[in-house]
Every structure is written in C-alpha cells, then in structure tokens.
C-alpha cells in the first residue's frame, strides 16, 4: 500500500453518554466508508468521555461501553477504525480490588478486532499514565507496565504495532508521546518494529500555549521516527467537578520530516481527511501554527462557557453588573452565546456606588441590548443591620451578656451577599435562569471577595484570568468581537474598585488594595509557574535585587513598597491570604473554566493548612528588618 | 539481642509545618532515651505531613523537610528512631518532570543514617502506592516498582530489611501492608530475609470499620511472618480541601502469632513502651479489640470537629437551631468543646415555623447552657418579595418585556438564603466567630437544601452521616455524653421538615419527601457500598422483589410505591438530583468531615455530566412499565 486515505475525526465528546457518542461515531463510520475513506481516527475515551470522576467504579457504565465497542467493530466492515475507550479484563482486578481497567486503543479491522500480536488483549494499552494537573490516571487505570511486571515479560514484548489490512499501525495513546520525563519511550520501542504510520489519539484539554510545546514535542517525533504521525484530540467540554476545561482538537498531520501538514479548525467538531503516503518521504507542506494571544483565550472562553452551558442546560443567565471591568466583560462574552432577552444585566446600587459606575452599568446594558433592571440593596442592609448592630445576646436564664456590633468591614460584606444570595439568587429563580461568578483569578488567588456574595454563582469563567489580562479581553471584545465600543471606555479606565464603603470611592480615585500590575506577577509565581515561587524566593529575589526581573515587573518594587518593612508586610498579608481565607472560599467557590496552566479546583489541589514560612525566609526577613533600622 | 524496648509515638502530626512536627519529636526523641527506649517509631510522613495537596511542588518546603531531618538523625545518639518524611533525591526526575520524592521511612541508628543495604538510597521506600478514595500518591512519589524498572534490577533487590544495632528490622510503610489486590507483597519478599522485627509507619485516616479490617491483615501478616510487628500511625486531622480526615492512630504491636498484645488510645497523642522479645515466639496477652459503634463515630466526630476548629483557628461559633434533629445534634457536639459563652444558637422563625419546633430550640439551648438568639426572616422575605415578585424587565430601550413570578418553591429558598448568608453570616461576623453547615449526608446526596442557604457555614461536620445515624447520635449524646435529656425528646420525634411552606407544616406531621429508613439505604447503595449500585441494578433488584434483602431494608418497598411506576419515578427523581443539582450544589459546599467510606468531596470525586440511565435500564424501565399496564 502507498497511501491511506485517512480521516481524522475530532468528536465532541459527551462525558459518561457512551450511547449518545458511538451514535456519532457510527454517522462518521458511515459517511467516511461512503467517501472511501480506508482509516478512520477517532480521540483518546471516545466513547465514555475521560474526565468522569469516579464514574469508573459502576460495573454498568463499564458494560455498556463494552456494549458500544462491539457495535462500532461491527459498523467498520470493509474500513479500519480507531478509537479510544477503556478496555476491560473482569478476570483480573486493578491494584484497589476493582476490576481490571485500561486506558485502550481499540482497533476494527473490516470487522475485527486487531491489537498487538502476542499480546493479552485485542486492544493497545495506554503504557505512561499522566498523574499530574487533572489527570488521576492510576486512580482508574492499569498500566502496561505493571502489566509486564504482572505477566513477567520485558514492556518491550507487549508494545508492537497492530498488524491492520491497511499496514502495521503504531498505536499511541497521549501521554505516550510525552515521554521526556519517563525511563520508557513507547514510540520509540514501537519503531523497531517499523510501523507504516504512527497514530496517537488523545484527549488534551486546551491550556494556553500548550499546542506550541505539543507542536515541539510531536514534531520533533516524526522526524526522529521518520514516519507519519496522526494526531486526533477531542473537542467539548470534561470537568473534574470544580474546575471545567475545554478541549480544543486541533487535530493534524505530520510527515515523516516532522512538518505539520494538514490540521483541524480548533474547537469544533471536524471530520480533516487527508490521503497519507507510507514511509518517510516528504509530502504536503507545512501549515504554520499561529501563538495563541488574547484571540486565542477568548476563543476558548467563550466556547468554553457555550459547552458548559449546554452541559448544565442552562438557557437563560442574570449578570451583576457594577459598571466595573470583570462584570462588563462577563455580560460581553454572554450576549455572544444568548439573545438579549436571555439575557438579564442587573444594577444593585447602595449609597457607596458612585454616579460614574452607576451610568457605566446602564451604558453596557444598552450597548448590548440586553434586559436590564436595577435594584436597591439600600433598605435590606439597614434591616440587617438594625437586627444585628447593637443586638445582645446570652444565655436563656441570662448568663454571659455580650452586645454585638458590626464594624464598616462587617457591613461591606452585608452588602456583597445581600447582592448574590438575596437579590441574584432570587432573580436567576424567577429569570428561570443563573447568575454568573465574576471573580477573576487575583481576587481568586487571595479570597479578595465575599463568599455567598460575589464569590457564588453557578460558573466563575473569568476566574482563571488575571485582571490585567481581564483588560486584554475587553479591548479584544470591543476590537474584535463587536467591533464597537459596547463596553464603555469608562469601564476600562475608572479605578477597580469594590465600591463598599467610603474608603472605596473611585471618583476620588479610591480602589481595591492589590496593585495589579505587580500583584498579578506576584501571584502567578505562586501559582502558575512550573517552579512555584513561595515567600523564600520572592524575598530572596528582593533581597538580590532582581525582583522586577524575576517576575517580569516593568515598575520599581520600590516605588510601590519604600521600605523592607512594607515589602514583607504586603508579601505575608496575600500569602497569608492565598494559603488561608482565600483557600477556605476557593473551596466553596463556583467550579472555575481553566485556561491557563493549574487552574483552581482540581488541576491545583490545595489543603487548608494555613500559610508555612521556612525557617531561612525567616532569618532573611530578620536580616532584612534589622538592616533597615 | 533477646528484646527491644520500643517506643511507638503516635504523633499528632500538623499537616505542612515540618518545625512544629520535628520539635515534638525531638521532645519524643529525648525523653525516650532518658527512659532508656532503644527503638523509637513515629508515623509515616511525620515530619511533612500526608494529605498537603500541591505543597510538595514548592523545593523550599522540601528542603526545610530534609533539615528537619538531620536534626532528627543528629539527636538519635545512643537510640534507634525511625520516622517518615519525604526521601529526595536532587538529581533524578518525577515522571511528571519535578523533583524525585519517595515516601520514604528513615532510619536513625545511633546518629547514623541506615537504609536497606545495596541500595541507592539511605532511606526504605514505600513500594505499593494507594491511589484510591482520597489517595493521590502516585502524583507525588515515585514507587519502588518504578525505580527497580530505572535501575533495571528486579524489585527484590532493593526490598531489603535495614540492618541496625538492634538488628534486622523489616520496614514497610502502609499500603505496603495491604498487598492483597498488588502481584507484589512487599512484607514476604522482606521475610525471606529474616527480620528480627516488622514495622509498618501509616498515615492511615479513620474510617468507620477500618479497624476492625486492618486488625485482620496485620494480625494475619504477623502469624505468617512469625515475627512481632509494630503498627504505628498519627493522629489528628488532615485535609484534602474539600475532605477533612480525621486520624484515630490505634497504635499497635502484634506478637509473631498474630495476636494484639498492647495498642494506644485512640484519638489522642500518645507514646506507647513495650518490651518486645525477638523470634517467633509468643508474648503478651491479646487485647481484645471492640466493634466500631454510635460511640466510635461521636468519638471521632467531636475530636475531627476539635481539630478542624483548631486548625482554622475557630474559638466562638454560631449554630442556626430550627429545633429540628441535624441542627440540635450540632449544637449539642460543640457545646462539648466550647463553653457556652462561645456558643451562639439562633432560631431564626418565618411565618411557617411552628410553635412546636420554635420552643424545642429554646429548650434546646436552655439546656445546654449556650448563649440564644431569636432574628425573624419576616420582613426580609417581604421585602425581597416586593422586590422582585411582579418585576417587569426589559432591555433599556424598552424591548422584550418580561414579567417575573416568585414562585412558592421559590420563596422557599429566599427564606433558607435570608437565614445563612444574610443573618448566619453576619452575626458569625459580629459575634467574631464561624457559622456551621448542619446538613446530613442524605440532604447532601440529593441536594436536598438551598445553596448559600442551610448548604453554607465554614463546616459540614455531620455531612457524612446519614439522617437515621443523627437520631442515634442524638440519643448517644443524651444517654452517654451528656447523661441527661439535652436533646429534647420532641427534636427526637417532630416530623423532620424543612418547614419552608404550608406543605412542610410539622403539626400536621408534613415534612420532607423523603423516607429515611429507605432512601437511607438506597443512597448509601450508590455512594458507599464497594461495589456501587445504579439504577440499573436497583431495577433488577426491584424486578426480582429482592430489593429489601440487597439494600438490608426491613420494610416493603410495595408499602412506599404501590406500582413500577411510583417506584421508579422516586427512583429517577433522587438519581437525577444525586448525578444533577445535588452534585452542583456540593462543588460549592463546604468541607465534609470524613467519618465513613466515600466522603464526599475527594474521597467520591465527581464530575458534571448528568444522570445516566444504562440500555439495559431503559428496557427493563420499558418492560415493568408495560407490565403495569
């Protein structure tokens, strides 16, 4: 054979709906043979989804995928498919005592299953198992590792290409390609045995970036196997409970020279066909994979809300607006995905909102054409605060008399959840709808919000932002998206504030305590980087002189923090807050859509154990303190 | 050597501050010398901690552990010590590209490091790694499988006892333990050996039963090995975030016939001394090892719900008291650990709240001697009414008009909203404390409670109790803990309801939908059994009239649903919650106290996807329906 007409099918996957999935499979399988397609490539768990907790534990969810897999072997008479599910041994059990689960390759040949030669199973099994971020592989599944251990054989025995009419298949599954960090690389055993093409489907949840190093990475395999690589990833959205991510595809070709040849709109289901020539010669030409940018993440934002949605069956959403950036952006990206009359923006204004953010909120509602309704919090605030303030309380025959009282930062909170839980809570109801989190991710880092106020709401999507790039996607909304100016220019421009109290009045420039510019650095080196940055660091950098550079902050530390003293105070009051408060709302804070590396919830797993300093950031603090007096 | 006298220190280990912990044990370390202890054993993971999320990402955590750990081999001069921590190595990788980390048990002999010899490491590695219920070891540690396929050896190499002063000592960590579901038994390929002595290090949480079951493993490893074992494991509590595990540690030594011949109290700090005579041969009498009971579960309950406070820093706390049974067993378990100045209980009526269950919270609180506090919902609820009940919305220029209704299940929810997040949270405030979380577990499987309503609080400390066990707390508090009738008997009798609407009226004896002595056990089928059920099987279960007999159900499920079609309904309406809302509504609850298999949070994880009905469901569904007709 000379060449495989190959298509490679990036299914939106419907996590834990097997039936609803092979239905769409077996409509590709059909238009694919029709169109004389002779290989047909579908993702990594296509038929049960991937991110499905521990769905995997119910032997009937396992039966009916088993169900699915003998129909799709049945529909591929007369053309070869792959696809990705779990492949079951109920004679054997995984390592906590439930039966016996791979992450599998399946492979229909004209109607029969084929896997590797000598091998137990008519399936190809997922050799590296990712543990890391989301991925709870090992928790559900074996690995053909400990396979080999198991069956007292060298891996190499148990990793071969299938044997198919159309050639040898070297089969993958994902992680299999990531091999940097392993002492085993599948494709590599694999290609002693030389394979006509390799093939490896997976199910890659978007991060940004993340195609450029998985361009590298794939790239730079083809070349060094000489071989063709298909690659097919999914689209949708899978959640892990807390944290929601989307999957984008962008499924591709490379040739045997590593040049990416042919490649899947990004964030939609696609059927790419391409007719691959066997060997290592060169064919196609190369497409350029663009940098992802701010276009890029509100793609996925807004796919990413779109998915959820549909998830959840929620048609119709109710937006807080304050005439601030976060709210105007979240009402921007809505009226993409809902008619204006789905759409419910809603204004609750109490003494503290000043006139400008009060017209910036209506602006925005007129702007996007959508309903719009504003409420006072004014009376409720007074009648909690009559029945709390001053009120005393004791025991029943009068013992240990305490009066209470609730200072200005009690009553900024009042107001936050007589907002959410009173006011948005009640209106989603009779909106017969949701109401959205705003919080981005600064204010998520460091609880820089009120829990059962502007921290609840059914879906935080800005909530793996940071502000200033919160700014980045409201130019790109205006710029791009509506090309107009339907989030006023005020809105970018007043001062972020929480407008709470008096000390919060953006008229007179008065705002929210984090210099974002240098908080947001701060931040992500805590929480985004590869090599978290903690307190130690950051005061060794500071110490050092190369904070700013660090960090990749234009400003002068100094500027915003003249003395040691200031510094460290700033630095241990957020982390405290990030290991602390803010933890204790994250974890009962709206499930967060990721899109960036180690989104909150689930892909950055914390344990409320209060904020630790090491005993050298302590002597470097001393140090620091006793120099500057 | 005839004997060693052994000390095992069943450290209360606070998770993430290693100072803390390596102090204790220093004081461990030197009192147990001057007292002439040649072998001291501490806990698995006792300098770090166990369940710390992704705090083992940050390098300067991880080389303050590896202080810590010279200060413990520098102080064990004239004494053996063995602890667990983190063993690093610097110079290797992680599958997932990080620093290489064991969970590892060192061994300090004499101020020396000794580890299993010929090994690369002076510390034993743990070999079986869980990754089960709220298990995540293999995204942190590498696995002794894994680097015997590095060094390319076989596994029973590097499975060696350490050789010290007092001999050959077989050291396992845990899991190694539980080998049954591995093809690896790591305590047989150490017995070939010969081992003077086992010793296994747990972090091992407490779970209802759990004793009973790990008495019967190591009682069986000891009488196979025929060699003395000692069990030592922590106490206090550590957290997943969403999970708070509670440590019970129950310490134990096993003479070489199997038999428990000395344990530690359970829930406390303790250190046990025994003299332990090497070989084979028996010592000591068997102590008899009682049943997990009410007794067993309060026990753990009101030590977790000590340490959590403690660990959050919680002194006062408020309790919103209905005078129903959840909320006076809440308020009942703190009064045991706060005086009652500390402790604020708050009825909080609205028009539908009845006389009855109104004087049961004042009685309540009369006799448990806590503070007390009446605050109407009243006009709140009104005023939210006339806010939003008839409110017509409509875009700014006037189109799509729209006319909200505040139904009376809406209205509902605003008066269980009104009580948390609007009087709950703001008197915690005022009174400079915390609100709890009274739900059970079986509200919190179907989601049968508001969201920033009774769902909220800063602790769920009963969510996983199922609403028939709080009857038996309630009566284990009046009988044992308290000796007297604190829970009034009316609490123990009034209808349970929600008393949100006239259909909820307990004088009528109206109250939930839910008939706990069934749902209780039809819930626990789908989220505690091993092997959980689904609908599929509860409808073959149904079908073949062995339902009562499968769930341990003593009444005639014919008696609750008198067709297929009422059967199934109820059936579908608590899945479709259980897979649906109540899952959203726990992804924003608050952490759960973790007393039995399955917590939810992270020890059940959970994706949202919706329900899911299997094909073999549907047509038996079809088929009863049928037949009914």
Redesign the interface.
């Known amino acids: 054979m000379d060449s495989i007409k190959t298509r490679l099918v990036q299914l939106e996957v419907?996590?834990?709906?097997p039936?609803l999935n092979t239905a769409a499979m077996l409509r590709h399988i059909a238009a694919a043979r029709e169109e004389g397609v002779q290989l047909v490539v579908f993702p990594e768990m296509s038929v049960p989804?991937y991110?499905?907790?521990?769905?995997w534990?119910?032997?009937?969810?396992l039966?009916?995928c088993e169900?699915c897999h003998e129909q799709l072997r049945a529909a591929a008479r007369g053309i070869t498919v792959i696809f990705g599910s779990v492949g079951l041994d109920w004679t054997r059990?995984?390592?906590?005592?439930r039966v016996r689960k791979y992450n599998a390759l399946f492979v229909a040949d004209d109607g029969q299953w084929a896997g590797p030669p000598g091998g137990p199973y008519p399936f190809v099994i997922k050799t590296?198992l990712?543990?890391?971020r989301e991925f709870?592989d090992?928790?559900h599944f074996f690995d053909l590792?400990?396979l080999a251990?198991?069956e007292q054989v060298p891996?190499e025995n148990l990793l071969k290409p299938v044997d198919t009419r159309l050639g040898k298949l070297g089969c993958s599954l994902c992680e299999d390609a990531w091999d940097?960090?392993?002492?085993?690389s599948p494709l590599l055993v694999l290609a002693q045995q030389h394979p006509a093409l390799f093939v490896n489907i997976s199910s890659s949840p978007f991060t940004m970036h993340k195609n450029h190093k998985r361009n590298r990475v794939f790239s730079a395999l083809a070349s060094r196997l000489r071989r063709p690589l298909v690659f097919v990833n999914n689209v949708g959205v899978?959640?892990?409970?807390?944290t929601?991510f989307v999957f984008d595809g962008s499924s591709c070709v490379y040739n045997g020279c590593g040049q990416r040849v042919a490649c899947s709109s990004a964030f939609r289901e696609t059927a790419l066909t391409c007719e691959i020539p066997l060997g290592g010669r060169p064919f196609g030409s190369p497409v350029e994979l663009s940098h992802d940018d701010i276009s890029t993440m509100y793609t996925a934002l807004a796919y990413g809300t779109r998915k959820f949605m549909e998830?959840?069956g929620v048609r119709r959403v109710v937006v807080g607006i304050s005439g601030g950036i976060d709210s105007s952006v979240v009402a921007a990206v809505y009226r993409q995905l809902l008619p204006?009359?789905d759409l419910?923006l809603v204004n609750m204004p109490s003494r503290y909102n000043s006139p400008t953010t009060r017209s910036l909120a209506?602006q925005l509602?007129?702007n996007l054409?959508?309903?719009?309704?504003e409420?006072s919090i004014e009376?409720?605030v007074s009648?909690?605060r009559s029945?709390?303030?001053g009120?005393v309380?004791?025991?029943?025959?009068g013992?240990?008399p305490?009066r209470?009282?609730?200072?200005p930062f009690?009553l900024e909170?009042?107001q936050a959840?007589?907002r959410?839980?009173?006011?948005l809570?009640?209106?989603a109801?009779?909106?017969e709808g949701v109401f959205t989190c705003n919080a981005n991710k600064s204010e998520a880092t460091v609880g820089y919000g009120t829990?059962?106020?502007d921290i609840?709401g059914?879906f935080a999507n800005l909530a793996d932002v940071w502000k200033t790039e919160i700014y980045e996607l409201a130019r790109h909304l205006n710029e791009h998206v509506y090309g107009a100016e339907v989030i006023p220019q005020g809105c970018l421009t007043v001062t972020p504030s929480a407008e709470l109290s008096p000390s919060q009045n953006v008229d007179e420039g008065k705002g929210d305590p984090l210099h974002y510019p240098y908080h947001d650095l701060l931040f992500k080196s805590w929480v985004e980087w590869?090599?978290?940055a903690?307190p130690?660091?950051i005061l060794e950098w500071y110490a050092a002189g190369c904070l700013e550079e660090k960090l990749g902050f234009h400003g002068h530390v100094a500027n915003l923090f003249p003395t040691a003293g200031e510094f460290i105070a700033d630095l241990e009051r957020w982390w405290n807050l990030y290991k602390g408060m803010g933890?204790?709302k994250r974890?009962?804070?709206?499930?967060v859509l990721a899109l960036k590396r180690r989104a909150f919830g689930f892909d950055?797993?914390?344990?409320?154990?209060?904020p630790?300093y090491?005993?050298?950031?302590e002597e470097l603090k001393a140090q620091l303190l006793r120099k500057a007096n």
Chains 1, 2 share one sequence.
Not at 14 to 17: E, Y
Not at 51 to 55: H, T
Not at 93 to 97: I, L, P, T
């Open positions: 419907h996590p834990g709906n039936r989804g991110l499905l907790g521990d769905e534990e119910h032997p009937a969810f039966h009916e169900d059990r995984n390592e906590d005592g590296l990712p543990n890391y709870d090992s928790r590792r400990k251990y198991e891996v940097n960090d392993y002492a085993l899978q959640n892990v409970g807390k929601v998830l959840c204006g009359s419910l209506k509602a007129t054409g959508a309903c719009y309704v409420i009376d409720s009648l909690t029945q709390i303030d009120l309380v004791r025991t029943v025959d013992r240990s305490q209470l009282s609730l200072t009690m909170n009042v959840r007589d959410s839980s009173r006011i809570a009640a209106l109801a009779a909106f829990l059962y106020g609840a059914y590869w090599d978290r903690t130690q660091e933890l204790a974890l009962q804070a709206p499930p950055h797993r914390e344990s409320q154990m209060g630790h090491t005993k050298k950031y």
